[in-house]
């Protein structure tokens, strides 16, 4: 019998111990590569337990490409409401139309095809092939990014991460692998508490929580959220919220972002929203799109 590769011992120690225990989301029960990117786009900033809900109104109302390319940004963002950054809706929905004109609503499946659209980088498009295409590619996100550069004992740089997740996925199994990959960084090999003891791939692991730390030199290694508190992105939550439970005149919205004490603040941030295409404004009302 040839040498069992330390690779491959990582390989099957990882999917044993996400065989019977990956959670059980509605993304990972659907190889609909609209589905999988609605909910790639959706969880980027998010939580899993605010996607959830959102995730399956936004499928019930847009299933395919084409209906959010035919709703206005308007109804998405209503949807989108809660989610955060609504950027992303927005750029979804450039996304659905180019698909909706151009691949008459079927997602393509190869890398370059994806990359070319509107708002999806290395990370979506990847994640699209392996999650709904069932392709051999591995997908690097933050909890990747730690889990690898911890086995490794060093920090490592973008192109050897995706080069060394790439050579750890095992034939034929690049959705269960990318899957088990996400939950064991996101459960197990955590960002403050790693259960090294229990770890499957302990032998593995130059690290192994003894010295310091390689996840957070790495790249994509998540990088402390500012205060939520107070900030910008509060108060342009807190408006689109407000326009969107049918708040319309600039003063009652200034209300809602908490900022009457600084309305010129306040306006700064309106006028960006209209500037992105997130708001409508006619005089001193605004509306959704
Ligand atoms: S031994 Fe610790 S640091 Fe290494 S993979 Fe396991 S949980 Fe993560």
Not at 124 to 129: E, G, K
Request: hydrophobic residues 40%; contains cysteine; charged residues 25%.
């Amino acid at each position: 019998m040839g040498r069992v590769s330390r690779h491959d011992r990582i390989a099957t120690g990882l999917i044993e111990w996400g065989s019977g225990s990956l959670r059980d989301l509605p993304w990972r029960r659907t190889n609909n590569a609209w589905h999988v990117l609605v909910s790639e786009v959706m969880l980027q900033q998010t939580s899993v337990t605010r996607v959830l809900p959102k995730y399956e109104n936004f499928i019930a109302e847009f299933p395919t490409p084409g209906h959010m390319a035919n709703a206005s940004l308007g109804d998405a963002l209503a949807l989108w409401s809660g989610l955060g950054y609504p950027r992303r809706c927005r750029n979804l929905r450039e996304t659905a139309i180019v698909l909706a004109r151009d691949f008459d609503g079927v997602m393509p499946s190869t890398l370059d095809e994806l990359l070319a659209l509107p708002g999806i980088g290395q990370y979506t498009a990847r994640a699209i092939l392996a999650f709904a295409h069932r392709q051999d590619v591995a997908v690097v996100d933050v909890n990747v990014s730690r889990v690898l550069s911890r086995l490794e004992g060093e920090p490592l740089k973008a192109r050897a991460l995706q080069q060394l997740a790439d050579q750890l996925v095992p034939e034929g199994l690049g959705w269960d692998w990318n899957q088990v990959m996400m939950d064991f960084g996101a459960r197990h090999c955590t960002v403050r508490s790693p259960q090294c003891t229990a770890c499957p791939v302990k032998k593995q692991c130059k690290w192994h929580g003894v010295g310091d730390d390689p996840a957070p030199l790495s790249a994509g290694a998540s990088k402390p959220q500012a205060k939520f508190e107070g900030s910008d992105r509060q108060a342009r939550g807190r408006a689109m919220r407000a326009v969107n439970d049918g708040v319309a005149t600039q003063k009652a919205i200034v209300r809602a972002m908490n900022l009457e004490h600084d309305v010129e603040r306040a306006t700064k941030l309106l006028e960006a929203l209209v500037n992105e295409g997130l708001l409508l404004r006619s005089g001193a009302r605004f509306t959704l799109p």
